[in-house]
């Protein structure tokens, strides 16, 4: 059977199939990231399906994806140019597993980047240039592409929604925790690189009613590591940033309002970090619920603590008529969501 047959297969489903079930099933498929039906549909093979397309546009529509709506229905769609270099960046992906030094594949990058690739477009799977050399600890090209054409290493590809740190994190006992904990390090000190997020662990789907997908929630890249005493300095790097120990000091310090508690985490996020406030650095996911940080039992007494000495007192806060000074803030708002969310 040809890939052509077999990219087809799905299309049979939607093509002969009516009616809002179907329609709610491959919703969910979009949303929840299922990866029989996604791979499918946000391949670029429907693009070419012209008289089919239109029941995709109208899911991805309904799952709020507006760059694939554009692209399959043509409003304002890649030309020609572009999609010729996506197709390069495509192949230069499967291209650059084969290179074996990390200066090597820096020639080969920028060879491709002069033949017009697009450096930072990911394959059928979900892969890119910059998740491959993170997985392999090619510190040269990581550097060079993060610092030359602003690749996003949080990028999740198709099938787990694994990042490249969190398959580094898998591979730490080939690769050697001090090659490992170094790309740790680079990636942490990268303003942009997100180690809260989660992968799709379990989330294959069980179909109830034939129109409802369940789903897990995944791991993040500290959560997936096995035996830190094993590896050490890939648990340092790996550890949260500031620490729960910085935090729970900062919110049991007494005679603070709400407000002055706020502001007191976001100057405690951009010590640590260089001067960049931004919430994913406050990685309050890792700090109550990796086992790595603790037993059960600490755990539980830290996600008493968040919720004793910040949650009840902000939460309180938002219901109450304040003054100008006291009243909650867009940023306190967006820290309050943070740590209910994460905790």
Same mark, same amino acid.
């Given at each position: 059977?040809?890939?052509?047959?077999?990219?087809?297969?799905?299309?049979?489903?939607?093509?002969?199939?009516?009616?809002?079930?179907?329609?709610?099933?491959?919703?969910?498929?979009?949303k929840d990231n299922y990866f029989f039906?996604?791979?499918?549909?946000?391949?670029?093979?429907?693009?070419?399906?012209?008289?089919?397309?239109?029941?995709?546009?109208?899911?991805?529509?309904?799952a709020r994806r507006a760059k694939k709506?554009?692209?399959?229905?043509?409003?304002?769609?890649?030309?020609?140019?572009?999609?010729?270099?996506?197709?390069?960046?495509?192949?230069?992906?499967?291209?650059?597993?084969?290179? @074996?030094?990390?200066?090597?594949? $820096? *020639?080969? /990058?920028?060879?491709?980047?002069?033949?017009? +690739?697009?450096?930072?477009?990911? =394959?059928?799977?979900?892969?890119?240039?910059?998740?491959?050399?993170?997985?392999?600890?090619?510190?040269?090209?990581?550097?060079?592409?993060?610092?030359?054409?602003?690749?996003?290493?949080?990028?999740?590809?198709?099938?787990?929604?694994?990042?490249?740190?969190?398959?580094?994190?898998?591979?730490?006992?080939?690769?050697?925790?001090?090659?490992?904990?170094?790309?740790?390090?680079?990636?942490?000190?990268?303003?942009?690189?997100?180690?809260?997020?989660l992968n799709f662990h379990g989330d294959?789907?069980?179909?109830?009613?034939?129109?409802?997908?369940?789903?897990?929630?995944?791991?993040?890249?500290?959560?997936?590591?096995?035996?830190?005493?094993?590896?050490?300095?890939?648990?340092?790097?790996?550890?949260? @940033?500031?620490?729960?120990?910085? $935090? *729970?000091? /900062?919110?049991?310090?007494?005679?603070?309002? +709400?407000?002055?508690?706020?502001? =007191?985490?976001?100057?405690?996020?951009?010590?640590?970090?260089?001067?960049?406030?931004?919430?994913?650095?406050?990685?309050?996911?890792?700090?109550?619920?990796?086992?790595?940080?603790?037993?059960?039992?600490?755990?539980?007494?830290?996600?008493?603590?968040?919720?004793?000495?910040?949650?009840?007192?902000?939460?309180?806060?938002?219901?109450?008529?304040?003054?100008?000074?006291?009243?909650?803030?867009?940023?306190?708002?967006?820290?309050?969501?943070?740590?209910?969310?994460?905790?």
């Open positions: 059977m040809t890939i052509r047959k077999i990219l087809g297969i799905p299309w049979l489903i939607v093509l002969f199939l009516n009616g809002d079930t179907l329609v709610d099933l491959l919703e969910q498929c979009i039906m996604t791979w499918w549909l946000e391949s670029d093979y429907n693009a070419q399906l012209y008289y089919r397309s239109d029941r995709a546009v109208f899911i991805f529509a309904r709506v554009s692209m399959l229905s043509g409003v304002d769609g890649p030309d020609k140019e572009t999609r010729a270099r996506r197709k390069l960046s495509k192949s230069m992906v499967r291209d650059f597993r084969r290179e @074996r030094r990390d200066l090597e594949a $820096l *020639e080969f /990058l920028k060879a491709c980047y002069e033949e017009g +690739a697009d450096l930072s477009w990911p =394959d059928t799977y979900g892969n890119t240039v910059l998740s491959v050399a993170i997985r392999r600890c090619y510190e040269q090209c990581v550097k060079w592409l993060l610092k030359h054409h602003d690749a996003d290493p949080n990028r999740q590809d198709h099938y787990e929604g694994n990042t490249g740190m969190r398959i580094l994190v898998q591979r730490i006992g080939k690769l050697g925790d001090g090659t490992a904990a170094a790309m740790l390090r680079l990636l942490l000190n990268n303003n942009a690189s997100d180690f809260t997020t294959r789907g069980i179909i109830k009613n034939f129109n409802k997908l369940t789903k897990e929630r995944g791991h993040t890249p500290y959560m997936m590591l096995r035996n830190p005493s094993k590896f050490p300095d890939s648990a340092n790097a790996l550890k949260p @940033r500031p620490s729960f120990q910085q $935090l *729970e000091k /900062l919110l049991k310090t007494e005679n603070k309002s +709400a407000r002055q508690k706020c502001d =007191d985490v976001y100057k405690l996020i951009s010590e640590s970090h260089n001067g960049d406030r931004s919430l994913h650095h406050l990685r309050v996911m890792d700090m109550l619920f990796c086992a790595n940080e603790g037993t059960n039992e600490d755990l539980e007494l830290r996600r008493t603590t968040i919720f004793n000495h910040f949650l009840k007192q902000v939460l309180l806060l938002s219901t109450q008529d304040s003054s100008e000074e006291e009243k909650l803030t867009h940023d306190d708002v967006a820290l309050l969501w943070w740590m209910y969310y994460q905790s």
